[in-house]
C-alpha cells in the first residue's frame, strides 16, 4: 500500500494538524484495512517487531478492545496499561509512568485519560508518537474518522451534506473532533441541544450551526448522530430530568420524519435506548451503529500501519 | 556610608532628568546635576535609568512550610533581581499566617536574610476557612499591613460583614480575592472560547465580577477599605470604577499576566498558564491596559506565585495555579507596554513604585530628598531571558521562560544597601 503522505512519527492529538487530503488518505487506508478485516484469516505481519502500548488512564471497553484488536491483527506487540491495576493507584506521576514505560522500548503509545492534554504530555515524555484514544472532553479523533469513514464508505463523500448531532454537545469529545473533520471533508454540520449542554461558541470556533430545537435541527438532514446522555447532568444542574430531555430530543420514527428519507442515524455508543435514541431507530436498516464499531477496528489498523511505516 | 548614582535619567516627579542622586545609608539626601562631594561609592548610570525600587502588594513567598517551592530568601532575592525593594506577602503558607508568632517568624527571619523588605498580609479568617475571624488585633503588633485571605475566598456574606466591621477599627485594607466557587467550581481556565476547544472545565468572568460587586455591598455597609486583588475582566473594571465614584476607598491591582496575556496562551496546555483569575479576553486585557493608564486601577502586583516544577509538569486538570512573577514583571511589561506604545515609561514606573507606596503608606516610591534610599537602576537596551538556570526564584513557572525581553535591572538598592547588581 503506497501513500503520498507521511504518517511516520507524527502524534494524533486531534484532526486539526491534518488536512482534508491527509484525512482521506487515511479513509482510502481504512477501506483496504476492512477487507481483511473481512478475510477468513484476519492478520497481517506488517508490524512485527513493532511495539504498542496502551494507556487506558479510564474506564473504556469498546475503545480499547479496538485498538487492541487493531495491534494483534498488524502483528504488533501488545503492552496493555490499565490505571487501575497500575503504579498510578499507587500515586505515581504520568511522567515517572511514561518515563519507566519508555525505558522498555515502545515504539507508539495510545492513550485514553479523563483530562484534556494528556496525549501531548505523554509525547513530551516518552518522544514517541502518541494516539489519542479520548483526553477528556477533549477530542476523540479516531472516533471523529470511524464516523467520517462510515459515512463516506455510505456516501462517497462528505461535501455539502447535512450532518445533525444531537445530545450532550458541552461533554463530547466525540463532537469535537467530529465538527473539525467534518469540516474539513465540506459537510454542514449542525448541533442540538439544549442550552445547557450546548457551548455558545461553537459556530465561532467550529463555523457549525447551533440550534435548540430538534425539528429545525434535524430538517433536511443526510445524516443524524445521537450521543449518550447520562444521568450525572441531572445531578449538575444541567437538565430536570432525562424524561424531560428525551421528550424534547430523542431520535425516533416520529422526530427523524423531519429529516431526509432514509438519512444515516448514527451513535457513538454506548447508547442508552429509550433516553437519546429509541430501538427501533438504533436497530433500522439506516442505521450505521454496528458498522461504526467494525470501521472502528478498521480505521485504527490503518493509522498505526501509516504511523508506524507498515509495509 | 555614602554612595552617588551619577549621570542616570531618574524618575522625579513623574518625569525623567538626567541628574545625579546621593544617598547617605538608607536616606536620599542630595538629588541635582553634577554632584561633586565624595561618597565612599560611585556608580555611574550613563544611559541607564533610576527607579524607585518597586514594590508589591501581592506575592507568595511559601515560607513557613512549603520551603520546596520558594522561601523568604530566594523570594526575596528573586525580588531584588526585578527591582523589588518592599513586597508584601500572603497567608496562604503552613501554617497559616493567622497568628502573631507567624508574623513574627516571618518578619525576623526577612530583616535577618532577606534580599528586599517584606511586609506581611494577615490571614482574616483562621486558617482562610472563612469561618472565624482571625486575630487581626494580635497580628497588628507585628505589623501587618493588610489582611486577606488570599485565594481563599469568603462565601459567607454575613461573615464577610463582621471582617470587614472588625477590620476596619484597626484602619488596614481588606484584600478580596474575588471568586464565587459555586461559579468556578471544575474550572481550569477563562470560561469562553478556548476552554470550549480544548474540553476544560472554564471560569467564567461572572465568578469574580458578582463577588466583586457583592463586596463593594457590603464594604460600603461595613464602612471598609477594601482593595480588590488581580482584576481581570472589563466588567470587574467597570463595577470598582463605578464604587470609585460613589466615594468608597477601594483600590485594585493587576497583574504583569493580565496585562500582556489572554486566554489563548493555553492552546497548547501548557501548565505554566494556568492561574487564578484565569487569562482572560483580548477585549479583557485592552481594557485592564486602558484602565491602569485612566487611573482606574491603582497599580500593578505580581501574584508571585512559585510552584515547583514536578508540580506544574502534570496533566493540566491536576497543576496548580499560579505565575511566578518577581524576576519578569519589569522587563515584559516594559517590552510589551512601553516599547509598543501601550504604556508610557512614566506611568509604568508610577504604578509599579510610587502608587503601591501610597497605598501602604511608605516613605519610598519616590526619589526625593529624604525618601528612603530604595533605588533600581535599569538597562533599557539590555536584554534579559528566563531560564531555569538563572533564574533566581527555586521555582520556573512562569509562561515567558525561554524568551528574550528589553529591560534589565542592572542595581537594587534597598535601604541604601546594594542587594542585587549584575
Known amino acids: 500500500?503506497?501513500?503520498?503522505?507521511?504518517?511516520?512519527?507524527?502524534?494524533?492529538?486531534?484532526?486539526?494538524?491534518?488536512?482534508?487530503?491527509?484525512?482521506?488518505?487515511?479513509?482510502?487506508?481504512?477501506?483496504?484495512?476492512?477487507?481483511?478485516?473481512?478475510?477468513?484469516?484476519?492478520?497481517?505481519?506488517?508490524?512485527?517487531?513493532?511495539?504498542?502500548c496502551t494507556l487506558f488512564m479510564e474506564n473504556s471497553t469498546r475503545t480499547r478492545m479496538s485498538f487492541e484488536l487493531a495491534v494483534n491483527r498488524l502483528s504488533a506487540d501488545l503492552v496493555s496499561f490499565q490505571a487501575s491495576i497500575s503504579a498510578l493507584s499507587k500515586g505515581e506521576s504520568l511522567q515517572d509512568t511514561i518515563c519507566t514505560l519508555n525505558a522498555m522500548g515502545i515504539d507508539l503509545y495510545i492513550i485514553r485519560h479523563r483530562f484534556p492534554g494528556s496525549p501531548q504530555l505523554v509525547h513530551k515524555y516518552s518522544e514517541k508518537p502518541v494516539m489519542n484514544a479520548g483526553d477528556g472532553r477533549h477530542a476523540h479523533p479516531t472516533q471523529a474518522l470511524l464516523d467520517i469513514f462510515s459515512i463516506w464508505e455510505r456516501l462517497g463523500t462528505l461535501k455539502d451534506l447535512k450532518i445533525t448531532i444531537v445530545g450532550d454537545i458541552a461533554h463530547s469529545r466525540v463532537v469535537r473532533s467530529n465538527l473539525i473533520g467534518m469540516k474539513k471533508l465540506g459537510a454542514n454540520v449542525t448541533v442540538c441541544g439544549p442550552k445547557t449542554l450546548v457551548p455558545g461558541f461553537l459556530p465561532e470556533i467550529y463555523g457549525c450551526k447551533v440550534e435548540h430545537d430538534l425539528e429545525t435541527a434535524l430538517k433536511d438532514a443526510d445524516v443524524i448522530m445521537g450521543l449518550r446522555m447520562q444521568l450525572e447532568r441531572q445531578n449538575e444542574g444541567l437538565l430536570p430530568s432525562l424524561d424531560e430531555y428525551t421528550k424534547q430530543y430523542v431520535l425516533s420514527k416520529r422526530t427523524i420524519q423531519f429529516a431526509k428519507k432514509d438519512a444515516l442515524i448514527m451513535h457513538p455508543g454506548p447508547m442508552n435506548r429509550g433516553i437519546e435514541i429509541m430501538p427501533e431507530i438504533a436497530d433500522s436498516q439506516q442505521s450505521l451503529v454496528l458498522a461504526q464499531v467494525a470501521n472502528g477496528v478498521a480505521v485504527r489498523m490503518a493509522l498505526l500501519f501509516l504511523f508506524l511505516g507498515g509495509k | 556610608m555614602k554612595t552617588i548614582i551619577k549621570n542616570g535619567l531618574v524618575y522625579i516627579n513623574n518625569k525623567f532628568e538626567e541628574v545625579d542622586v546621593?544617598?547617605?545609608?538608607?536616606?536620599?539626601?542630595?538629588?541635582?546635576?553634577?554632584?561633586?562631594?565624595?561618597?565612599?561609592?560611585?556608580?555611574?548610570?550613563?544611559?541607564?535609568?533610576?527607579?524607585?525600587?518597586?514594590?508589591?502588594?501581592?506575592?507568595?513567598?511559601?515560607?513557613?512550610?512549603?520551603?520546596?517551592?520558594?522561601?523568604?530568601?530566594?523570594?526575596?532575592?528573586?525580588?531584588?533581581?526585578?527591582?523589588?525593594?518592599?513586597?508584601?506577602?500572603?497567608?496562604?503558607?503552613?501554617p497559616i499566617i493567622d497568628n502573631i508568632a507567624t508574623v513574627e517568624y516571618i518578619n525576623r527571619k526577612a530583616k535577618d536574610f532577606g534580599f528586599c523588605k517584606v511586609k506581611v498580609i494577615g490571614a482574616m479568617t483562621k486558617k482562610t476557612e472563612g469561618k472565624e475571624i482571625a486575630e487581626i488585633g494580635s497580628m497588628m503588633e507585628g505589623g501587618i499591613v493588610a489582611v486577606s485571605d488570599d485565594g481563599a475566598c469568603i462565601q459567607n456574606a454575613k461573615l464577610l460583614q463582621n471582617v470587614m466591621k472588625y477590620t476596619s477599627s484597626f484602619n488596614i485594607p481588606v484584600i478580596i480575592h474575588a471568586e464565587d466557587y459555586n461559579l468556578s467550581k471544575g474550572g481550569q481556565i477563562n470560561a469562553g472560547k478556548m476552554s470550549t476547544k480544548l474540553g476544560l472545565g472554564g471560569i467564567p468572568g461572572l465568578a469574580e465580577e458578582i463577588i466583586i460587586a457583592r463586596n463593594i455591598m457590603i464594604a460600603e455597609k461595613a464602612k471598609c477599605q477594601v482593595h480588590i486583588a488581580h482584576v481581570s475582566t472589563k466588567k470587574a473594571v467597570d463595577i470598582i470604577a463605578e464604587a470609585k465614584k460613589n466615594g468608597l476607598r477601594i483600590t485594585t491591582e493587576v497583574t504583569p499576566h493580565h496585562l500582556l496575556l489572554t486566554e489563548d496562551a493555553c492552546e497548547n496546555f501548557d501548565t505554566n498558564t494556568k492561574v487564578k483569575p484565569p487569562l482572560r479576553t483580548e477585549n479583557d486585557r485592552q481594557a485592564m491596559i486602558k484602565a491602569l493608564n485612566e487611573g482606574i486601577i491603582d497599580f500593578i502586583a505580581t501574584d508571585h506565585a512559585p510552584h515547583s516544577d514536578f508540580e506544574k509538569e502534570r496533566e493540566f486538570n491536576l497543576a496548580p495555579f499560579g505565575i511566578n512573577g518577581f524576576e519578569t514583571a519589569f522587563a515584559t511589561l516594559y517590552t510589551n507596554l512601553v516599547k509598543k506604545n501601550e504604556m508610557s515609561l512614566e506611568k509604568l514606573i508610577e504604578v509599579m513604585s510610587e502608587k503601591p507606596a501610597n497605598f501602604l503608606k511608605l516613605n519610598s516610591g519616590k526619589i526625593e530628598v529624604g525618601k528612603k534610599a530604595d533605588l533600581v537602576?535599569?538597562?533599557?537596551?539590555?536584554?534579559?531571558?528566563?531560564?531555569?538556570?538563572?533564574?533566581?526564584?527555586?521555582?520556573?513557572?512562569?509562561?515567558?521562560?525561554?524568551?528574550?525581553?528589553?529591560?534589565?535591572?542592572?542595581?537594587?538598592?534597598?535601604?541604601?544597601?546594594?542587594?542585587?547588581?549584575?
Open chain 1, 1 to 52: 500500500m503506497k501513500n503520498k503522505h507521511n504518517f511516520i512519527g507524527r502524534n494524533l492529538y486531534d484532526l486539526d494538524d491534518y488536512s482534508a487530503d491527509e484525512i482521506i488518505a487515511i479513509l482510502e487506508a481504512t477501506s483496504v484495512m476492512k477487507e481483511i478485516n473481512e478475510r477468513d484469516y484476519k492478520k497481517l505481519p506488517t508490524l512485527r517487531g513493532k511495539t504498542v
Open chain 2, 22 to 94: 546621593l544617598f547617605d545609608n538608607d536616606r536620599i539626601i542630595e538629588i541635582r546635576k553634577d554632584i561633586q562631594k565624595d561618597a565612599d561609592s560611585t556608580i555611574d548610570a550613563t544611559n541607564k535609568h533610576v527607579f524607585p525600587g518597586f514594590i508589591d502588594l501581592h506575592s507568595h513567598l511559601r515560607d513557613p512550610g512549603q520551603t520546596y517551592k520558594e522561601d523568604i530568601i530566594s523570594g526575596t532575592k528573586a525580588a531584588a533581581k526585578g527591582g523589588f525593594t518592599t513586597i508584601c506577602c500572603m497567608p496562604n503558607t503552613d
Open chain 2, 377 to 422: 537602576i535599569a538597562d533599557l537596551n539590555a536584554k534579559i531571558s528566563f531560564k531555569s538556570d538563572n533564574i533566581i526564584s527555586k521555582a520556573n513557572n512562569t509562561p515567558f521562560i525561554g524568551k528574550t525581553f528589553f529591560g534589565k535591572i542592572t542595581n537594587t538598592f534597598c535601604d541604601g544597601m546594594l542587594k542585587w547588581s549584575n
